[in-house]
T-cell receptor
Framework: NAGVTQTPKFRVLKTGQSMTLLCAQD?????MYWYRQDPGMGLRLIHY???????AKGEVPDGYNVSRLKKQNFLLGLESAAPSQTSVYFC?????????????FGEGSWLTVV | AQSVAQPEDQVNVAEGNPLTVKCTYS??????LFWYVQYPNRGLQFLLK??????LVKGSYGFEAEFNKSQTSFHLKKPSALVSDSALYFC????????????FGSGTQLTVLP
C-alpha cells in the first residue's frame, strides 16, 4: 500500500536550472497538493488540484508551475531555480472537497539550490 | 483568514509523564482541526482530527486531543509519554467549504527524556 510517493527524495540544483518533482498517489483521491516546509514556518501550500486537468494557486505559488494530466499524478516544476527555493517539498492528497477530509502526505523531497 | 498558533517551539517531558502540546486557532465558521506528527526525514503522519461531536478525540499511538470552542484550543495529550514519541508535531485547521485551505502551525518539537 504505497499511498503518496514522491521522486526524487534528494536533489541539488544550481541556480537557474530547472527540474520537476513527481508525485503519485494510489488512493484514487481527487485533491492533490504541493507544500513546502521551511524551519519555523510550518507547511505552506504552493499549488493544489481539485481534479484531473485542474490546478490552482496556493499561498506561495511564485516560481513554481504544476500539472495534473492524470488523476493519480501531480507534477511540480521549477523553471529557473533560486536559492530561496531550497526547502523540503511535500506532496499530499485527499479524497474530496469536504474540509474534514484527511490529507495524506508523501515522504518529502529535499531540494537544495546552490 | 485562518491561523494556527503553537506557542511552544520545544516541549520536554520525562518518559512516563503525561504530555501536552498546545494549539490555538482562529477561523471563520466551524473549525476542522488536525494533528500530524513528523519523524526525522519523514513525511507527516496523521494522528487525529476533530470534525464535530465529542470534544475529546482519540487517535493513533495513544494520543488524544481536546477541542475547546470557548478557548479556541485543540491541545494534544498523552497520559504516559514514550521516548519513541519524540518528534515534530503540527496542528492544522481548515474551515467548512475550503478543503484546500489547510493552515498549519509552525510545529512543536517534543522530546521525551528517558
Amino acid at each position: 500500500n504505497a499511498g503518496v510517493t514522491q521522486t526524487p527524495k534528494f536533489r541539488v540544483l544550481k541556480t537557474g536550472q530547472s527540474m520537476t518533482l513527481l508525485c503519485a498517489q494510489d488512493m484514487n483521491h481527487e485533491y492533490m497538493y504541493w507544500y513546502r516546509q521551511d524551519p519555523g514556518m510550518g507547511l505552506r501550500l504552493i499549488h493544489y488540484s481539485v481534479g484531473e486537468g485542474t490546478t490552482a494557486k496556493g499561498e506561495v505559488p511564485d516560481g513554481y508551475n504544476v500539472s495534473r494530466l492524470k488523476k493519480q499524478n501531480f507534477l511540480l516544476g521549477l523553471e529557473s531555480a533560486a536559492p530561496s527555493q531550497t526547502s523540503v517539498y511535500f506532496c499530499a492528497s485527499s479524497y474530496g472537497r469536504q474540509a474534514g477530509n484527511t490529507i495524506y502526505f508523501g515522504e518529502g523531497s529535499w531540494l537544495t539550490v546552490v | 483568514a485562518q491561523s494556527v498558533a503553537q506557542p511552544e517551539d520545544q516541549v520536554n517531558v520525562a518518559e512516563g509523564n503525561p504530555l501536552t502540546v498546545k494549539c490555538t486557532y482562529s477561523v471563520s465558521g466551524n473549525p476542522y482541526l488536525f494533528w500530524y506528527v513528523q519523524y526525522p526525514n519523514r513525511g507527516l503522519q496523521f494522528l487525529l482530527k476533530y470534525i464535530t461531536g465529542d470534544n475529546l478525540v482519540k487517535g493513533s499511538y495513544g494520543f488524544e486531543a481536546e477541542f475547546n470552542k470557548s478557548q479556541t484550543s485543540f491541545h494534544l495529550k498523552k497520559p504516559s509519554a514514550l521516548v519513541s514519541d519524540s518528534a515534530l508535531y503540527f496542528c492544522a485547521v481548515s474551515a467548512s467549504g475550503s478543503a484546500r485551505q489547510l493552515t498549519f502551525g509552525s510545529g512543536t518539537q517534543l522530546t521525551v527524556l528517558p
